[in-house]
C-alpha cells in the first residue's frame, strides 16, 4: 500500500473545497492506475478531511480478490489511497504530492467480514490527525449507506524521510 501526503502538513489552510473530481483525477495524484485505482470520485475535501465514492469493491475481477471474496481488510487500501488523494490536493501548488507508504495501521474495527457483498457504494472517509515533513497520522472510517464497515488509524512515512537501506 501506499499514500501521498502534501509536504507541507498542516501548516497552510486549505480552503473547504466541494469538488467532483473523477477517477481520472484521481488517478492523476496517486500511484495506481487500471483497477488498482479503485476510488470513482472525491465529494469533499478541506485541509484535514477528504470524502469518497467507491463501487469497485463489488467488480467480480477486483484486483486484491482472493478466491471469488473481497475481504473488509481490503478496505484500508480504498483509506490509503483517499489519504493519497488528499495529501496530493493539499500539497503547495507546484509541489505536487510526495509519495510515501503506509508505515501502520492500529485500533482497526472491522464491522463486517466481506466487502464485495456490500450493495451499495462505498464512502471513504479520511481526516489527517497530524502531519509534518516525514509524514502523517490519519483516521479513516469507511461506510456503506448507514453503516461503518471499517475504521481505523494509519501512519504514513513520506518516502523522501524513510530510512535508507544500509
Do not use: N
Not at 463501487?55 to 487500501?77: F, N, Q
Not at 464491522?111 to 456490500?118: A, E, F, Q, S, V
Not at 464512502?123 to 448507514?146: I, N, W
Request: proline fraction near 4%; hydrophobic fraction near 45%.
Amino acid at each position: 500500500m501506499s499514500a501521498l501526503i502534501g509536504k507541507h502538513g498542516v501548516t497552510g489552510k486549505t480552503p473547504i473545497r466541494q469538488t467532483g473530481i473523477g477517477k481520472i483525477g484521481i488517478a492523476a495524484l496517486i500511484p495506481h492506475t487500471g483497477a488498482m485505482c479503485l476510488l470513482d470520485e472525491v465529494r469533499f475535501w478541506d485541509h484535514s478531511t477528504i470524502v469518497c465514492v467507491a463501487s469497485s469493491h463489488r467488480a467480480a475481477d477486483h484486483p486484491l480478490a482472493s478466491g471469488g471474496r473481497l475481504d473488509v481488510v481490503c478496505g484500508i487500501e480504498y483509506a490509503a489511497q483517499a489519504m493519497a488523494v488528499h495529501g496530493g490536493l493539499t500539497s503547495s501548488a507546484g509541489e505536487g504530492p510526495t509519495p510515501g507508504y503506509l508505515a501502520s495501521v492500529r485500533q482497526v474495527i472491522c464491522h463486517t467480514g466481506r466487502l464485495d457483498l456490500l450493495p451499495d457504494d462505498l464512502e471513504v472517509t479520511a481526516t489527517r490527525l497530524t502531519a509534518d515533513r516525514a509524514g502523517a497520522v490519519y483516521s479513516f472510517v469507511l461506510r456503506c449507506g448507514t453503516a461503518t464497515i471499517l475504521e481505523g488509524r494509519a501512519a504514513v512515512v513520506l518516502a523522501a524521510h524513510a530510512a535508507s537501506p544500509a
